[in-house]
């Protein structure tokens, strides 16, 4: 058998070379640990990690085709690098995508995304429950461009045809949002995008393609923040934007090249890693989160948990055509007799975890606890918090994979207090 480095030639080709071997398409786990992979004249095994800034060339006339971006080889890590290229063929794969471009983090995926297709003058429809700093992003810097945003319900596809004008040019939405577990229905959603012209973005952190697949629902765009399930163990921060081949090398490897918000190959290697485990945390993690979740809706001193596991969930039904599990993320609301209450009872809940984490990242093997309307969201306006749900007693707990047992013996010192 030949050597896939040699065998495929092209980009494309390397994409699935080890599926070439196949007669039929391979499974969602094969491709986790398999796919994109190039391997050396040395023949390794593992994916090696190609940590060079630049690349060289056979003699001048190549190097000038390179950088006319005519032949396939390497050039400058900015642009383009083996390892990373693993990374991205195999996330693309995963996702269903034509093509994917890797970045330095999550929130450098959403600034390439906006850099890349919008302009002055442009309008965004964006769910209102996203990223704290995803709202900043476009509320903040994208306005001093002349960039406008209205903010609306990823539940209520109907807000969303209402605020469309001329001018719109992204719909953007977390599902599930974070920190609140809201759905949007992606299918339904795509229907008013293609009226309106516009490009449907799904961020998908929370449910990564292990779970969600937002291309197949009729997503035009996928974003990633990494540095979440993907790595997987909380080491190293990545983010990756998805599409179809000729939007990603018309409209954003144009800013990866020009702008640098490039993913680093050691980051590249590392999220290789986390790839190859993503199948069986998601699965895992989910239903130590369901059993959590479960858990918590039986607490008193519990108003509200959010979990689009649980049947209590107001769109539990749209999670089970759109999900196949809940996901690892629940959220839940303390009672208290005020704001200042809520909040006094949701801290002493975070002061009182010595097992879980007190940090803002998610996707980690090891649980975490944050208060968002403090941390991750402190830096929204707080009318903006109020239309979001993002209250004084809410916490958000991302499932990592201990055993539940301690996790609930963790929460009830501070669930008692
Ligand atoms: C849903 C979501 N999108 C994007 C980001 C930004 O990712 P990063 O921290 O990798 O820039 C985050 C970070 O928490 C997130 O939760």
Redesign the pocket.
């Known amino acids: 058998m030949q050597n896939p480095a040699t065998r495929f030639s092209t980009r494309a080709e390397r994409v699935f070379c080890c599926q070439a071997y196949m007669t039929d398409p391979l499974n969602f786990d094969t491709l986790a640990v398999r796919a994109g992979t190039i391997r050396s004249e040395f023949g390794e095994h593992s994916e090696a990690l190609f940590l060079t800034s630049s690349f060289v060339f056979e003699n001048a006339a190549q190097a000038a085709e390179r950088f006319q971006a005519q032949g396939e080889g390497f050039v400058y890590s900015r642009f383009s690098n083996p390892t990373v290229a693993m990374f991205q063929d195999r996330l693309a794969a995963l996702e269903g995508a034509e093509a994917c471009l890797a970045t330095a983090?999550?929130?450098?995926a959403?600034l390439s995304l906006c850099l890349g297709t919008l302009k002055a003058g442009d309008h965004i429809v964006s769910s209102h429950s996203?990223?704290g700093?995803?709202v900043q992003l476009f509320s903040t810097l994208l306005a001093r461009f002349e960039i406008s945003t209205t903010y609306v319900s990823s539940s209520q596809p109907e807000q969303w045809r209402k605020a469309v004008r001329p001018n719109t040019r992204l719909f953007y939405l977390?599902t599930p949002s974070?920190p609140m577990a809201e759905l949007g229905d992606i299918a339904a959603l795509k229907e008013i995008a293609r009226s309106a012209g516009c490009l449907l973005v799904v961020?998908n952190?929370?449910c990564t393609p292990a779970l969600q697949r937002p291309i197949e629902l009729g997503a035009d765009v996928v974003?990633h923040?990494?540095?979440?399930y993907i790595d997987g163990q909380g080491r190293v921060?990545?983010?990756a934007v998805l599409g179809s081949k000729s939007f990603i090398q018309d409209l954003i490897a144009p800013v990866l090249r020009t702008a640098g918000p490039s993913l680093s190959p050691f980051n590249a290697w590392v999220l290789l890693k986390g790839l190859e485990t993503l199948g069986i945390r998601m699965e895992r993690q989910s239903a130590n989160a369901l059993a959590l979740a479960q858990w918590l809706e039986s607490v008193p001193g519990v108003e509200r948990v959010h979990y689009p596991g649980l049947t209590s969930h107001r769109q539990f039904e749209l999670a089970k055509r759109q999900q196949s599990t809940g996901g690892a993320i629940v959220s839940f609301e303390v009672s208290g007799s005020d704001d200042e209450d809520k909040r006094a009872r949701a801290w002493r809940i975070v002061d009182q975890c010595k097992l879980i984490s007190i940090t803002?990242?998610?996707g980690d093997t090891r649980t975490t606890i944050t208060h968002p309307a403090t941390t991750?969201h402190g830096r929204v306006s707080a009318e903006a918090r109020l239309v979001a749900g993002i209250g004084e007693g809410l916490l958000r707990i991302a499932v990592g994979l201990e055993d539940v047992g301690d996790l609930q013996e963790d929460l009830s010192r501070g669930l008692r207090a």
């Open positions: 983090s999550g929130m450098s959403i996203i990223f700093a995803t977390e974070n961020d952190c929370f974003i923040s990494a540095t979440k921060l990545g983010g803002a990242n998610l991750t």
